[in-house]
């Protein structure tokens, strides 16, 4: 199978630089499968988990915070503010993020809080998802 | 003249000690630096590609207008400071740039004590602190003053957002920087690119500012700690040398003293014994 270029950037530095199968991922607009030679395009990232197949045929799954998808000719590039491997995602601190984010849902503050709590619980749901995975 | 004596030797003792603490700063400072260089450099190609990025996206929109508040609002400054002394001049450069700019009713935003007591001393209001920004620094530190700072804009609280940080062009030079962050300025280029923006451009950029400001933040953040450090150890390091500068004369002075001492003694036993002939 046809292989492409994924690069995936955090702001603490490169988590991913390699080829890849395909990439599947939740953008603004549900999911999307990326493979080789996709057109060249731009979105925007839902927190959820992602799941990558490498050249070799394995499977890897992240869980990817908020962030954009950038597909160009050249590479897939993934500017996310926060991605992780299952084994790095600190549970306790997921449930937290949840738990925090579900009382100020309910509390009913105002528009902006709540797009940002709205996010937090998203990307909580995203690591706990990932982290309950078999 | 013994008492003189015991006084400069205790004074060499006491420089000696403050030589041990410099030096030792002057090594926590030098690790610590090692640290954020490479964090500033972890971050710059993520602060790259999404300034490249938005810069693309910005092409394609027509109408950027609702992105830009009203130009007689004030200006908020984002003013990035160190919570420690003992670094040289590294926090009062940085006032000295940032003050002929401050108008009266411009808000401020201060990171780090140092310039949170220095503002407040000169009798400026400060509109919020993140004092403790960088005990456990990481970018969830930068994406909350980023948060606040984005919530605050589009309330319509000023119209201009600028970064008052130190810039890190090598290990003995630094320079204090006003950055205009937002609103953004972005060449126009004509042309169409050949990409597609899913759902629309619109759409990512109101996606894509919050994220390239938080970039921005951190990545500004890290370049002044970076500073910071660097700062510190220069200063740490003359520090060391003019204490030893110090030492060398005060041994200097010791032995002088000690000498006339032991001439003097010699002479008093000399003349004594004469006298007894």
């Known amino acids: 199978m046809d292989t492409f270029k994924l690069h995936i950037v955090t702001p603490e530095g490169d988590f991913f630089n390699g080829d890849v199968q395909s990439l599947n991922i939740k953008a603004d607009q549900g999911y999307l499968t990326i493979l080789a030679k996709h057109m060249p395009l731009v979105t925007t990232l839902e927190p959820d988990v992602a799941t990558i197949i490498l050249a070799d045929g394995k499977k890897e799954q992240i869980a990817v915070s908020t962030g954009i998808l950038n597909v160009t000719k050249e590479e897939t590039l993934l500017i996310v503010d926060a991605v992780e491997y299952k084994n790095q995602i600190d549970i306790e601190r997921a449930k937290r993020a949840l738990e925090r984010a579900k009382r100020r849902l309910a509390s009913k503050a105002d528009d902006i809080d709540l797009k940002r709590a709205q996010v937090s619980l998203k990307r909580a749901i995203a690591r706990i998802k990932l982290y309950e995975l078999k | 003249m013994s008492l003189s004596l015991q006084a400069t030797k205790r004074r060499i003792e006491s420089v000696n000690a403050t030589q041990k603490i410099t030096r030792a700063m002057k090594l926590v400072a030098t690790a610590k630096l090692k640290v954020w260089k490479t964090k500033l450099e972890n971050s710059s190609y993520y602060a790259d590609n ?224 004469n006298a007894l002939k």
């Open chain 2, 50 to 273: 999404m300034k490249k990025l938005l810069t693309n996206v910005f092409k394609s929109i027509e109408n950027e207008e609702e992105l830009i508040n009203d130009p007689s609002l004030p200006t908020l400054y984002l003013v990035i400071t160190s919570s420690l002394g003992l670094c040289g001049g590294y926090n009062y450069n940085l006032f000295k740039r940032l003050l002929p700019e401050i108008q009266k009713n411009d808000l401020l935003l201060v990171i780090g004590s140092r310039g949170v007591s220095f503002f407040t001393n000169r009798g400026y209001q400060i509109d919020r602190t993140f004092e403790d920004a960088f005990v456990a620094f990481d970018y969830t530190v930068a994406r909350r003053i980023g948060n606040f700072i984005l919530s605050e804009y589009r309330l319509k609280k000023f119209s201009k957002v600028k970064i008052a940080y130190t810039k890190y062009k090598n290990s003995i030079t630094f320079v204090s920087e006003v950055e205009e962050v937002l609103p953004l300025k972005v060449q126009k280029e004509n042309g169409i690119s050949e990409m597609i923006f899913e759902p629309n451009p619109k759409k990512i950029l109101d996606e894509i500012l919050p994220l390239y400001l938080k970039s921005v933040v951190y990545g500004r953040m890290i370049e002044s700690v970076v500073c910071e450090q660097a700062s510190r150890r220069n200063a740490m390091d003359s520090a060391t040398d003019n204490a030893q500068e110090i030492v060398d004369k005060l041994h200097l002075e010791y032995n002088k003293a000690r000498q006339s001492a032991i001439t003097q003694e010699i002479t008093e036993v000399v003349s004594g014994a």
